[in-house]
Nanobody, 116 residues
Framework: VQLQASGGGSVQAGGSLRLSCVASGSGFSINHMGWYRQTPGKQRELVAGITRGGNINYADSAKGRFSISRDNAKNQVWLQMNSLKPEDTAVYYC???????????WGQGTQVTVSS
């Protein structure tokens, strides 16, 4: 399974970005898909996740500003990020967990930079 993420970039505080990630390959069945982020010296943290059935969870920092969605048929997930803050600056990683093996796949990471 390969995850291809895109959509990162640089914006000013208050701006918006939309991240996209698509899983490709064969012989897999994805249940949970999500977005994590990481800054230097810190652990990778969950930003938002969504299951195949549509159950969604957000980090407290993302609630009310970010929205996650997915297309199960296309194995694609998006993260709409609004009202961005400088503290949202990080490398964002797409994650997908295989339904049967529970193995977690990771995308290559996409940089999000929010300037004040």
């Amino acid at each position: 399974v390969q995850l291809q993420a895109s959509g990162g970039g640089s914006v000013q505080a208050g701006g918006s970005l939309r991240l996209s990630c698509v899983a490709s390959g064969s012989g897999f069945s994805i249940n949970h898909m999500g977005w994590y982020r990481q800054t230097p010296g810190k652990q990778r943290e969950l930003v938002a996740g969504i299951t195949r059935g549509g159950n969604i969870n957000y980090a407290d920092s993302a609630k009310g500003r970010f929205s996650i969605s997915r297309d199960n048929a296309k194995n694609q997930v998006w993260l709409q990020m609004n009202s961005l803050k400088p503290e949202d600056t990080a490398v964002y990683y797409c994650n997908a967990a295989d339904e049967l093996s529970l193995y977690a796949y990771w995308g290559q990471g996409t940089q999000v930079t929010v300037s004040s």
